[in-house]
């Protein structure tokens, strides 16, 4: 599954991450493969502060010399293991531009070294984090993804980067034609404004040319996100640390108490549209699996 939007800060690292260890809470085996160079993931997970992950360079190295990936920072979470991404990610960037300009279709160029890595591991489901920019990066999931999701924000800027996304799928399809949009997370939005979902939906059925699956579950705005990325932690993580904590432990410890706030509700969000993308996955895998194939 690739997670991508033309545009910048609409919540594709929040949700791949927070949908990566709340699938794996629930006992799916995950790999989490970070495709953007500003490696965002390891702050969500708390990885780059502790020194791990390679800033992309191993992902270089297996493109470029068509082995295998390989995983820069196992066990990440219980059951998630992580390719790491970085600045190391922009060298590939320019490799992959040149190989473009030389007339050789870039979005085959991780499906291979991906399936090698699969042939040799058990994972339920793959998550990719894309950048917002870097079109041959983008180019490079969607090569090698069945499913792609979409979170946008309700502003012109981010339906237009939908746009551009969706364009990319249809050519990513001329070497990975099993690749299908999964669905539109709406990220930092009231959850009751319909009016405004309405209005959303619209303009992405425009922007997308008819077919716009929205999840029904979206993503409120709270400033607990940042709370969370900023400590190296998961929103349900962060959710389940300030719910669990006795109100004199701070004292005692002698931090200022936090009040877990929002927390628990953005958590609650991400749960909610983790079991609608896991549940839509499942029907629409099952509907197209060979007769006879369970
Ligand atoms: N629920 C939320 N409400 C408001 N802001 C949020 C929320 N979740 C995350 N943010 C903030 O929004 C910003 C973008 O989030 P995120 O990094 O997930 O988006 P992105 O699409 O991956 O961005 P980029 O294009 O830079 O990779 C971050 O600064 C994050 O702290
Ligand atoms: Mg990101």
Redesign the pocket.
Known sequence: MAIA?G??????????TALAGLAAAAGYNILLIDL?P?G?VGEDLGYTGAGLGDEGAGIVNALVTGTPLAISVPQAREHVDVISGGERLDDLAGLLLARHSRGNEVSSVLAGPLAALLDTADYDLVII?C??GEPNLQLLALGAARWLII?TRGDAASLKGMSRIAQRMVEARSSNPSLELLGVVL??IASSATRMKRMITEQIEEALGGVAPLFENS?????S??DA?GRGMLVHEYAAQLEGEPFWQALREGRRPSSPGSAPA?AGDYASLAHEILTRISTLESESAPAGVA
Do not use: C, E, W, Y
């Open positions: 939007n545009k910048g800060g609409v919540g594709k690292t929040s949700t791949a953007d500003q965002n984090d950048p917002p979170p990220f930092d993503i409120r705005h709270s400033i996100a940042m990325r953005l």
